[in-house]
């Protein structure tokens, strides 16, 4: 007979998820728990998974705990459980350990079929559920330390300082929308912009030039470090087996900025030439603004952006360069940050 064993995501508890087992043979389907990165299943489950009376299940459980094979505190757990009449009960719970070590016992060919399922189960559930959670999470976290760490600084203005808090908030619907399509909540959103026009370290120069003549035409202003410069733009540009390193619009900008104010390719002007160069760069490749026309950075925003990246550590760079290009991304119902 065909193998039936199939995972259908179900909608479970606020705090755990439910899906679908069916035994190979068809015989039986549980709802299962996924909580805690691992499986639960109730005595009654139990039974039905292995087919046999509850009081041996239980007998079993018994042994194992007595015998210390297991302790009862590590593989049990009290969760609400919603019964066949609609209530909700507090019921106990069994995980993974506790459930194969009955199964050796009463039933080890299905013990063995399910612990193949739940290992196989488990797996894609922390890769795409739990890991992705810790990842928002930590993410988030980050950001909003490491801009807590500069909304405060005394040459911030009022506007700048709503700019940095507003990136907090737009970061966090980024992450949302990451998280909707991580579970197959939304369609997959478009392609980041594809980059046309490259900039060429030729028009970098001019404009740095024009930036000179604007803020006095100090000679220190733009004037390189060890050809900071072409390392940013190559860096940027470059490719990897004949495929761009970093393939849209968005990350290509989010790093030039981010490489123009730390690497200090400049004696002086690096936060001033970054921001002009990514918002050159944007606009050359129509990346600036949205689709009414409005700028996706506003000017109070990307001050402190430039600000959280010179203020940042350098093992923190994916997370600021995530957050720049999640601001970029095209999304419906967007406004300019």
């Not at 404009?207 to 000679?219: A, C, Y």
Request: include cysteine; aromatic fraction near 8%.
């Amino acid at each position: 007979m065909p193998n039936k064993t199939n995972t259908t995501a179900q909608s479970g508890s606020p705090t755990g998820e439910i899906v679908l087992y069916s035994a190979p043979d068809g015989t039986v389907e549980l709802d299962v728990r996924i909580e805690q990165e691992t499986i639960w299943l109730t005595q009654k489950q139990m039974s039905e998974l292995f087919d046999t009376e509850r009081s041996v299940i239980t007998k079993h459980l018994r042994n194992i705990f007595n015998t210390f094979e297991l302790l009862k505190n590590s593989v049990s757990a009290n969760f609400a459980h919603t019964a066949a009449d609609g209530k909700t009960y507090r019921t106990d719970f069994y995980n993974l350990d506790a459930i194969i070590s009955v199964g050796y016992r009463v039933n080890s060919k299905r013990g063995t079929q399910f612990r193949i399922w739940a290992t196989r189960v488990l797996k894609d559930h922390i890769l795409k559920g739990y890991t992705v959670n810790e990842r928002r999470l930590r993410d988030l976290n980050q950001a909003i330390r490491l801009i807590a760490g500069v909304v405060d600084r005394p040459d911030l203005t009022g506007d700048e300082a709503k700019a940095l808090l507003r990136v907090v908030g737009e970061y966090s619907f980024a992450l949302d929308l990451l998280d909707d399509y991580d579970y197959q909540r939304v369609s997959v959103p478009p392609a980041g912009v594809k980059m046309v026009h490259p900039l060429t370290y030729t028009e970098a120069l001019r404009i740095i030039e024009q930036l000179r003549e604007r803020f006095g035409g100090s000679s220190l202003f733009g004037r390189q470090n060890n050809g900071g410069l072409k390392a940013a733009l190559g860096a940027v540009m470059q490719t990897f087996d004949e495929r761009d390193l970093y393939p849209s619009l968005e990350e290509k900008a989010a790093h030039l900025l981010y490489f123009l104010i730390k690497n200090h390719p400049f004696v002086d002007g690096n936060k001033r030439i970054g921001a002009a160069l990514f918002l050159w760069f944007l606009e050359r490749n129509a990346g600036l603004r949205d689709r009414k026309g409005e700028r996706r950075i506003s000017d109070a925003a990307l001050v402190a952006l430039t600000l959280l990246m010179a203020e940042s550590k350098p093992e923190e760079k994916e997370i600021i360069v995530r957050i720049v290009t999640h601001l970029l991304c095209e999304r419906e119902g967007e406004n300019p940050t």
